[in-house]
């Protein structure tokens, strides 16, 4: 079975400091990844998606980043962070095919003081 | 591409009556449509999918969405409340073949 797995579960960072948040997925092979956030309990705002290796297609300009250095493995990073990048941030893949469903991972949340 | 929207940012029932989580929706072709359900600091959980065939669509922990082409709705139901299905409810679809948008969210609250 198919499993994804996020970590950490929490940070706290200063402003301008430099954030990873790692994404793997296990039991499945080239997946489509994806990064969310989702803000204040509510709606979820796409940020990257990968459908392959080194390929990154980003929705929104912003302070984030996105590498896909391995085939199961999604990175989200951030070189200065701002106070405006606190929120949960979620990681979910799927097959690709249309149709599919997404599944998530637990996800990280993020407090940037 | 396709787009949802819930109208409804809170639903109150209580314990025991059923229930129903709206969602509407703009398409153009053939609608592909999921439920997803978040409890609290949780990632989200499929429920379950439209893509063809039969409107009424059954899912997990005792949901089912009826498929309602007239209307352009995809609303979510259950029989029979229970507390433990008080959480945030997404409706979703796909917006190109790679990527998935979400409706804003309707809370769910059951009461005992």
């Known amino acids: 079975s198919q499993t994804i797995h996020q970590w950490p579960a929490t940070l706290v960072q200063p402003v301008g400091s430099p954030l990873s948040l790692e994404c793997t997925v296990e039991g499945t092979s080239n997946p489509n990844l994806y990064w969310y956030r989702q803000a204040a309990g509510r709606g979820l705002q796409l940020l990257f998606y990968?459908?392959?290796?080194?390929?990154i297609s980003s929705e929104v300009p912003q302070n984030l980043s996105a590498s896909r250095p391995q085939d199961r493995q999604f990175i989200l990073s951030s070189k200065k962070l701002l106070l405006s990048d606190s929120g949960f941030y979620l990681c979910a893949w799927s097959t690709g095919v249309g149709g599919a469903e997404q599944f998530f991972g637990p996800g990280t949340r993020l407090t940037v003081l | 591409a396709q787009s949802v929207a819930q109208p409804e940012d809170q639903v109150n029932v209580a314990e025991g009556n059923p229930l129903t989580v709206k969602c509407t929706y703009s398409v153009s072709g053939n609608p592909y449509l999921f439920w997803y359900v978040q409890y609290p600091n949780r990632g989200l959980q499929f429920l379950l999918k439209?893509?063809?065939?039969?409107?009424l669509v059954k899912g997990s922990y005792g949901f089912e969405a009826e498929f309602n082409k007239s209307q352009t709705s995809f609303h979510l139901k259950k029989p029979s409340a229970l507390v433990s299905d008080s959480a945030l409810y997404f409706c979703a679809a796909p917006y190109n073949n790679n990527d998935m948008r979400f409706g804003a969210g309707t809370r769910l609250t059951v009461k005992p």
């Open positions: 990968s459908v392959g290796i080194g390929q």
């Open positions: 439209y893509i063809t065939g039969d409107n």
